[in-house]
């Protein structure tokens, strides 16, 4: 039941994958289809919500679920064997005698299932992929193989169901919505097209085919079964259907049609005969079409061998080539690991949240953070294209700072909520500086800021407090000025916009409200009274890098700017006004009120320098205040940070008679943003490994247990402790606290950090995962909500530009290694190869003397063999040089590491 790799791509193998519950596998490409396949090849496929080609399947229903890709194979002329293991007699004996054996092979997009049942003499291999290639299918190949020494008559019977609706459809209007389909068979398959697509609200005609189709050079079906119904029979099912003990079958013929039905892809194909170590292969093809003569020209080209071998290989070397960064610090497994993890935010921006068995975050588009932290993972990787994709993203900005919850599937498209759900996240403007950030640093390009965007306007106003009467849907979701005209700003003032008003938006104690929630979704009974001083903490940490923007660009020549003329009213530097929380209140209200309908398009001209002091002043009072009013001593000798304020307006965190409550949350921030001294980083590191550390289940918790139901603050104390957001360890805080003790300096604890979560996460014995960082690791240590998480982005950033030091500052090219003795391989050398300023580099650092960074220094730089000088006061090459390297070679870099 674990896995192991094969070669250097992250290709992995695993012996008897049907033991373990919750696999899943992703199969997808760019051009929207989303497939997913269990080890015996359940799970789903579609292109939207409303488009399932298979019945929708979560995670509860992967292992007892019948509606599964079956292929059966009828052994001369009696017996039934499922080449998935889906039949009542293999599921019978799984847990028994093992006579039959399976294994899994899988890379990037494509899969492998291999069975074998030695009692029949026969060996069964499926293999699976999307085409990388854009084509709407997912293909199947499958290859019998006689290793008896005896010949074996066979017949080949696909049982694929044909589900094409919406998945809102499983239960509501089940029934219903099969009268709409129509049913076909063609030469090579079948074809349901449904007459309209069902909609209390307005039905509408239908415009998409779905179909499954099989064959190979030489042959098509002989014969369909078309309607589920009748292929299960009387009593039957799909693990033991009754029409394949008919003796000889009784399929439907070509042209058959009827309508009203549950579909099934039945694809029967001609009885042969096979001798000992003989073979017999057919392919199939399941897809969509926007018409059936579109469905049927996309899946028949794919019926060749020729063609899926191309196919395979083609998306093989696609998605390898696409994970550009490879590592290679001495543990094999984890370089390898890296590159499953460098996967996953592609399989994010495909899947979005939702469209992978653990589907529980809704209908399967991306949230806000997605889009902004998605990009870290593509700045590390391919940042072409990342620069429109930013600009696009802050079209979903609002004047009020605020931002549009729900994404439209085309980039920079946001939707107004039409469901009256105020919903106000008050974190959300913190993520698109922290990315800004990096694309900048890693690009050089400051001249993003001064690129212009609309901002997003629907009827929500002032931070999700009152209601734009005015606002009529057709006016459409862009803020207007006075005149009627789409308002535009630049990357700036949309960044300015979001941190200020935050800075205002303060409760009682003076700390940003949590509003709906933060970061954690799960914070979200404290909207009145509720403050997440974890997130305040980062947005100190923005208005100081946003002043430092300011400070280059006026070296680079800019020295003012023009802003809206209504944000003037958010800028003072007046330390009186920051220490009154009514005055701060007041200032907020009436600036959200002179834009809740339209501004008035006015521009006002500010000193750069004066905006510079202004943010300076603004992050300079957060850091102050956070530090006097939220620092906890320990009775044990150390401290850390409270985070948060619930709404009974007291403190969450703290050091009773009889436990301790701490949030991981509130440390990462404390720390990341520099609010937390360095003399208190220490103490910080010694409470979370204390309170918050579980070496069983990967490392680091993201609360302690409360013992209470806090419904003055969150759902997530509803949860079990130890599951999801209530004391789980969350893949995604817990990398961040990696990142953050990175950033402190503190190399050996942000290691521990991350490689814990990696030694539980590789460990499938233990997780339960194939390779990749799953969202959360719950109570018994299974990874759960595998592939689609933030923290996917966030671990492979803090490898490559933190562990491994190697970073854009303003478009240069850096290094601050912080890797330990032990990351370097048996010649004390360790690398990584990535994408920088469009040129393929390979850094190697070599540490001869096997030293730690607190005693390593570089020592000498050579890019190809030239030495080079160091970077004004650091080591690196300037972006200068690395432009008028030849673009199509790997460089290669080598940093010496010696003592001090």
Same mark, same amino acid.
């Given at each position: 039941m674990k896995y192991e790799f094969k070669g250097n791509q992250g290709d992995f193998y695993m012996e008897n994958p049907d033991l373990t519950s919750y696999l899943y596998f992703p199969l997808a490409n760019e051009s929207g289809v989303m497939s997913c396949v269990s080890p015996d090849l359940g799970g789903d496929s579609k292109m939207d919500q409303n488009s399932f080609l298979m019945p929708p399947v979560s995670c509860e229903n992967l292992h007892n679920d019948k509606s599964s890709r079956n292929v059966w194979c009828r052994v001369d002329g009696r017996g039934l064997w499922s080449l998935t293991g889906r039949s009542s007699w293999q599921q019978a004996q799984l847990f028994s005698d093992h006579k039959e054996s399976a294994a899994v092979e899988a890379g990037f997009m494509h899969h492998k299932l291999t069975r074998t049942l030695k009692q029949l003499g026969l060996k069964g291999t499926i293999s699976s992929l999307v085409p990388a290639t854009g084509e709407k299918a997912e293909l199947m190949k499958i290859q019998i193989e006689n290793i008896s020494g005896e010949y074996k008559s066979i017949q080949i019977v696909t049982a694929i169901p044909l589900y094409a609706r919406s998945a809102d459809n499983i239960r509501d209007h089940r029934h219903v919505t099969a009268l709409l389909h129509r049913i076909k068979t063609t030469p090579s398959g079948v074809i349901v097209t449904p007459a309209m697509t069902f909609d209390e609200r307005g039905h509408k005609r239908n415009h998409r085919s779905y179909g499954v189709f099989g064959g190979n050079e030489f042959q098509r079906p002989v014969g369909y079964y078309p309607v589920l119904e009748d292929f299960i029979g009387e009593g039957g099912n799909l693990e033991n259907p009754k029409a394949l003990y008919e003796n000889p079958l009784k399929p439907q013929g070509v042209d058959f049609e009827t309508g009203g039905y549950e579909a099934l892809g039945g694809l029967c194909f001609q009885e042969c005969r096979i001798g000992p170590k003989e073979k017999v292969t057919y392919f199939v093809a399941m897809g969509y079409g926007n018409t059936e003569e579109e469905l049927i020209q996309s899946c028949e080209q794919f019926l060749n061998e020729r063609a899926f071998d191309r196919c395979w290989e083609q998306t093989a070397d696609y998605w390898n080539n696409k994970?550009? !960064?490879?590592?290679?610090?001495?543990?094999? !497994?984890?370089?390898?690991?890296?590159?499953?993890?460098?996967?996953?935010?592609?399989?994010?921006?495909?899947?979005?949240?939702?469209?992978?068995?653990?589907?529980?975050?809704?209908?399967?588009?991306?949230?806000?953070?997605? %889009?902004?932290?998605?990009?870290?993972?593509?700045?590390?990787?391919?940042?072409?294209?990342? *620069?429109?994709?930013?600009?696009?993203?802050?079209?979903?900005?609002?004047?009020?700072?605020?931002?549009?919850?729900?994404?439209?599937?085309?980039?920079?498209?946001?939707?107004?909520?039409?469901?009256?759900?105020?919903?106000?996240?008050?974190?959300?403007?913190?993520?698109?500086?922290?990315?800004?950030?990096?694309?900048?640093?890693?690009?050089?390009?400051?001249?993003? %800021?001064?690129?212009?965007?609309?901002?997003?306007?629907?009827?929500?106003?002032?931070?999700?407090?009152?209601?734009? +009467?005015?606002?009529?849907?057709?006016?459409?979701?862009?803020?207007?000025?006075?005149?009627?005209?789409?308002?535009?700003?630049?990357?700036?003032?949309?960044?300015?916009?979001?941190?200020?008003?935050?800075?205002?938006?303060?409760?009682?104690?003076?700390?940003?409200?949590?509003?709906?929630?933060?970061?954690?979704?799960? +914070?979200?009974?404290?909207?009145?009274?509720?403050?997440?001083?974890?997130?305040?903490?980062?947005?100190?940490?923005?208005?100081?890098? +946003?002043?430092?923007?300011?400070?280059?660009?006026?070296?680079?020549?800019?020295?003012?700017?023009?802003?809206?003329?209504?944000?003037?009213?958010?800028? $003072?530097?007046? *330390?009186?006004?920051?220490?009154?929380?009514?005055?701060?209140?007041?200032?907020?209200?009436?600036?959200? *009120?002179?834009?809740?309908?339209?501004?008035?398009?006015?521009?006002?001209?500010?000193?750069?320098?004066?905006?510079?002091?202004?943010?300076?002043?603004?992050?300079?009072?957060?850091f102050d205040h956070v530090r006097e009013t939220e620092w906890i001593s320990s009775r044990n000798g150390y401290g850390w940070y409270n985070g948060y304020y619930d709404n009974s307006g007291n403190k969450v965190e703290g050091e009773g008679a009889a436990e301790v409550r701490m949030m991981l949350t509130s440390q990462v921030f404390s720390l990341m943003s520099g609010v937390a001294t360095d003399r208190q980083v220490g103490e910080v590191v010694k409470?979370?490994?204390?309170? +918050?550390?579980?070496?069983?289940?990967?490392?680091?918790? %993201?609360? $302690?247990?409360?013992?209470?139901?806090?419904?003055?603050?969150? *759902?997530?104390?509803?949860?079990?402790?130890?599951?999801?957001?209530?004391?789980? !360890?969350?893949?995604?805080?817990?990398?961040?606290?990696?990142?953050?003790?990175?950033?402190?300096?503190?190399?050996?604890?942000?290691?521990?950090?991350?490689?814990?979560?990696?030694?539980?996460?590789?460990?499938?014995?233990?997780?339960?995962?194939?390779?990749?960082?799953?969202?959360?690791?719950?109570?018994?240590?299974r990874g759960v909500y595998h592939y689609l998480t933030g923290a996917a982005s966030w671990y492979l950033v803090t490898v490559i530009t933190e562990m491994f030091g190697i970073r854009g500052q303003y478009g240069d090219l850096v290094f601050k290694p912080q890797l330990l003795k032990e990351q370097f391989d048996w010649q004390h050398e360790a690398w990584a190869s990535l994408i920088f300023a469009g040129k393929s580099l390979k850094v190697i650092y070599k540490n001869p003397r096997s030293l730690d960074p607190e005693t390593y220094r570089i020592t000498g730089i050579s890019l190809n063999g030239i030495p080079c000088q160091p970077l004004n006061r650091d080591w690196g090459i300037g972006r200068e040089e690395l432009l008028k390297l030849p673009g199509q070679e790997l460089h290669t870099i080598t940093v010496d590491l010696n003592a001090e």
């Open positions: 994970v550009n !960064v490879r590592l290679n610090t001495g543990n094999h !497994v984890f370089d390898l690991w890296m590159r499953w993890v460098s996967f996953q935010p592609m399989l994010r921006r495909i899947y979005g949240c939702s469209f992978l068995p653990h589907h529980d975050y809704g209908k399967g588009g991306r949230g806000w953070r997605d %889009l902004w932290q998605d990009c870290l993972a593509l700045l590390m990787m391919d940042s072409s294209g990342v *620069r429109q994709m930013l600009i696009d993203n802050f079209g979903g900005v609002r004047m009020d700072g605020t931002n549009a919850t729900i994404i439209g599937s085309g980039q920079g498209e946001f939707i107004a909520d039409r469901n009256n759900i105020a919903r106000v996240w008050m974190d959300h403007g913190v993520w698109p500086f922290l990315t800004t950030e990096l694309y900048v640093h890693q690009t050089g390009d400051l001249g993003i %800021l001064l690129e212009n965007n609309s901002y997003f306007k629907d009827v929500q106003v002032c931070r999700g407090e009152e209601k734009d +009467l005015k606002w009529k849907a057709e006016d459409g979701e862009r803020q207007r000025d006075g005149e009627g005209q789409i308002y535009s700003g630049t990357i700036l003032e949309h960044l300015l916009v979001q941190n200020l008003t935050s800075f205002y938006d303060v409760g009682e104690h003076n700390h940003i409200r949590i509003r709906g929630a933060d970061w954690n979704d799960a +914070l979200d009974l404290a909207s009145q009274r509720g403050e997440s001083v974890a997130f305040t903490c980062m947005y100190g940490y923005n208005l100081k890098g +946003l002043a430092d923007f300011l400070e280059e660009l006026k070296a680079q020549g800019t020295e003012e700017l023009e802003v809206a003329q209504e944000i003037r009213q958010l800028l $003072t530097e007046d *330390r009186a006004v920051y220490d009154d929380i009514g005055k701060k209140q007041e200032i907020l209200a009436h600036y959200c *009120r002179s834009c809740s309908h339209r501004i008035s398009g006015k521009k006002a001209v500010i000193n750069g320098e004066e905006l510079q002091a202004d943010l300076r002043a603004k992050a300079s009072w957060i409470a979370s490994h204390a309170h +918050l550390y579980k070496e069983d289940i990967g490392g680091y918790r %993201l609360n $302690t247990d409360f013992h209470e139901v806090k419904m003055d603050l969150g *759902r997530m104390f509803g949860f079990a402790y130890g599951h999801k957001e209530n004391g789980a !360890v969350f893949s995604h805080m817990a990398t961040m606290y990696g990142n953050a003790l990175y950033r402190r300096n503190a190399s050996r604890e942000g290691y521990h950090a991350l490689m814990s979560l990696f030694d539980h996460c590789s460990n499938s014995e233990k997780s339960r995962v194939y390779p990749g960082i799953p969202e959360y690791v719950d109570a018994r240590g």
